[in-house]
């Protein structure tokens, strides 16, 4: 399968581009942030405080990766199950947030959140990530240092390779494909 | 009396840490060129191309196979002819795993508090058990855990009368409800039988089992079989994204029960299924 190229931060054309089954390689910034990143940048907005890093056309990573060896850019960085931010992902999309990348399934909320401003749910292979760790060309923490492997990190990646799952019509592979193979 | 020193316990542990972490097991391994052969979706077979390649860059850079380095299980066999000497083994134990995680350059997942949540920032305590058993020797079994996988498990009491059928239906459901989450293909450790925490228990060192291994006892053996067989019939796939490998293998470990009860327990391992053991 052709492998679609695409660099961050996404406009509106790339988002509506991608279609669920589109395998993916990005090149750009991609800023990455799990459950206690997020909770405390929900937590921000609430109380009308700036984000660490405006989200606008973004893209998050749902990842904690492995500390750096010396002479490494990053450790081991392959994704963490996206379930966990389903209840503090909406403000971010509301605020242009237009991708995510992680594994594993979406609620509802977040599929009509990605129907109305507009973004993409990327799968990255979970436990793969000596091999993602290959596309992430430098790495700098940009907020919460505190969190450590949880802290907001700023990578800038070449091909990184990820898997459009829930499109921003709604169309979610991980329902499509499961039926397909399923023995009735 | 054998005399061991705990500080052996911990120079193993902390190696096992990092050794599990960084090189994948040859029965999973294996598992996965198996999978490629009978894998008919296309994402699904570049997947399993994609775990191998990773596999083999974590072995030849020596970095973790995946950046969830786990929350290290120890199964501690001690042979009741050994006298530990050095100190207090579990904070051997732990010295052993704050070594491995600090020096193998490996995450640290652990919050001292389920609720309060501060990172202990050494990946510190280990979940250790303690068995006495015949002999002059110690066997250590180190697990580490990732939590994608764990996070999906579950324990269920059936009734006696739901017998293998229910326990079938229930492995079924947990692994259908699991879904893409804990990274398929997945292992499937199941205990059946004991106390609610025996079954999880079982559950836990069916997971220790490598991945083709199959009981010697012929009925759970079967089950084992059954189980493999309808699990990868539910279409999940690699990742999630369809296919005929969810599982690369089921084990299953019983243990007599009360006449009322029918405990079982599902815990969902990932293909980075990493445990290690050792006899000292
Ligand atoms: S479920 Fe397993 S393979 Fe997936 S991220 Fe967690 S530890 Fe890694």
Redesign the pocket.
Known sequence: MQKKRINTPMTQETVKALKAGDQVLISGTVYTGRDAAHLRMIKALENDEALPFDVEGQVIYYVGPTPAKPGEVIGSC?P?TSYRMDDLTVPLLKKGLRGMIGKGERNQTVIDGMKKFGAIYFAAI??AGALIANSVKSSEIVAYEELGPEAVRKLEVIDFPVIVVIDSEGKNLYETEREQYATK | MRTIDVSVIKESIKHMCIDANYNIGADIQAAFHKSLETETSPIGKSILVDLLENARIAGEKQVPI?Q?T?MVVVFAEVGQDVHLVGGDVKMAIDQGIREGYEEGYLRKSVVADPLNRVNTKDNTPGIVYFDIVPGDQVKLKVALK????ENMSKTKMLKPSDGIKGVEAFVLETVSLAGPN??PPIVVGVGVGGTIEKAALLAKQALLRSVDDESTLPHIKALEKTLLEQINQLGIGPQGLGGKTTALGVNVEVFPTHIAGLPVAVNIN???SRHMEVIL
């Open positions: 392959g963490t979970g436990g | 995946c969830d786990g990732g939590f994608g996988s804990p990274c990932c293909h980075a």
